[in-house]
């Protein structure tokens, strides 16, 4: 799962997601969030769950991808 822009939130401490995220990690889904995201947010300190990682690999991960869902 690839987090990004406001959605980079949903994966920081008091997110209303969290505990669900952390399940899926658990069960092997990758998590990853913009880290560029999180420092316009100041909120790279609070990661809860998954990785940290650039707009690059998220481009490059939503190009390979099976399917692509979208707000």
């Known amino acids: 799962?690839?987090?990004y822009n406001g959605g980079a939130k949903l994966t920081v401490e008091g997110s209303p997601v969290l505990d669900d995220?952390?399940?899926?990690?658990?069960?092997?889904?990758?998590?990853l969030t913009c880290g560029t995201?999180?420092?316009?947010?100041?909120?790279k300190d609070q990661l809860a769950v998954g990785e940290v990682t650039n707009m690059y690999v998220?481009?490059?991960?939503?190009?390979?991808?099976?399917r692509v869902v979208r707000p």
């Not at 952390?22 to 990758?30: C, D, R, S």
């Not at 995201?37 to 909120?43: E, N, T």
């Open 1 to 3: 799962m690839l987090f």
């Open 21 to 31: 995220l952390k399940g899926l990690a658990e069960q092997g889904v990758e998590i």
């Open 37 to 43: 995201c999180l420092d316009h947010f100041g909120i």
């Open 58 to 66: 998220i481009v490059e991960k939503m190009e390979q991808a099976v």
